[in-house]
């Protein structure tokens, strides 16, 4: 049996231009760290040359073209694993939909499973090519990369290649940066393939251009203040203006309980914050002095799920 452990990730600025209906034609840079929240998988031999899965439901079939969950299918197929194989999941977070990039989180866990001495950028590249090739679903390539690299990370992407810049911030102003995070659960999940679409489909038909080289651009502004040691409030400055100009990349990003939630936390003494994912429901991400934590957390109703920053990507945690 092998087990792996990979993080979920908190997309800062950027998210949306690592799609390739828009990086093919104009480099997109995402911003982003992964957080002590994970994904778990475990794989292991089956001795009665079926195939099981168990992750929100539980499977059990002949071979790997029989099952539903087509991350795993893709997964098994994309190594010729056909039968004989069980494979279970379990996340701290679960459920899709939540904007933390566990689908990817999952298809990463589960190719580190199966061949666990495959290096960052590869295991990124066949967890993308599974998801968007093989299950075509329309992602971008931010997820992937952030579950296989972990920690702090500067990407930008083209359509020759995929530039990943590590920024390693000091342990006492990373400690600060991290007593200012506060996420919070909306309560509400959504299909993000649909607004993905929605953004790619645009993207394809030459449309909200400007719109994806504004948040590509100030992913780049981000990460050049950044790594000079930003302060907090600075930081809160940046997510605002992400998200003033991510909403009109797609109908649904938006509503009129997130705009809420948002402006209650604001009035209540955030620095700024954004919707995560795709949008629509999942997590609200705020950057706040932690004094007025317990205030935003009372004024919006909204449950508070505690975090720390993660420096480490997808490993194997037991192998055997």
Known sequence: MRITRTPLRISLIGGGTDMPAFY???????????????????????????????????????STDDLKHDLARESLRLYKIMNGVEISSISDIPGNGTGLGSSSAFTVG?????????????????????????????????DQYASAYGGFNFFTFTAKNVRVEPVFPGQTWRAGLQDHCLLLWTGI?????????????????????????????????????????????????FLGEAWKIKKF???????????NWHDIAMRAGAYGGK?????????????????????????????RIDINIEPEGSKVIYDD
């Open 24 to 62: 093919e034609k104009h480099a997109g840079h995402v911003f982003s760290f992964t957080i002590n929240k994970y994904v778990y998988v475990s794989v292991n031999r089956k001795f009665d040359d079926k195939v099981r899965v168990s992750y929100s439901q539980t499977e059990t079939v002949n």
């Open 249 to 259: 990349l797609a109908s649904g990003i938006s509503n009129n309980k997130i705009e």
């Open 110 to 142: 589960l190719i580190k499973a199966i061949d666990p001495d495959i290096p960052h950028g590869i295991l990124a590249e066949r967890a993308f090519t599974v998801e968007a090739n093989e299950c075509h679903h329309p992602v971008g390539k931010q």
């Open 275 to 303: 919707i995560l994912g795709a949008g629509g429901g999942g997590f609200l991400f705020f950057i706040a002095p932690p004094s007025t934590h317990a205030a935003i957390v009372q004024a919006t109703g909204l449950r």
């Open 189 to 237: 999940t959504r299909d993000a393939n649909e607004i993905l679409a929605r953004q790619r489909s645009t993207f394809m038909n030459g449309g909200n251009v400007e719109i994806g080289l504004q948040l590509s651009r100030l992913a780049v502004d981000f990460h050049a203040e950044f790594i000079h040691g930003m302060q907090p409030a600075r930081i809160g400055e």
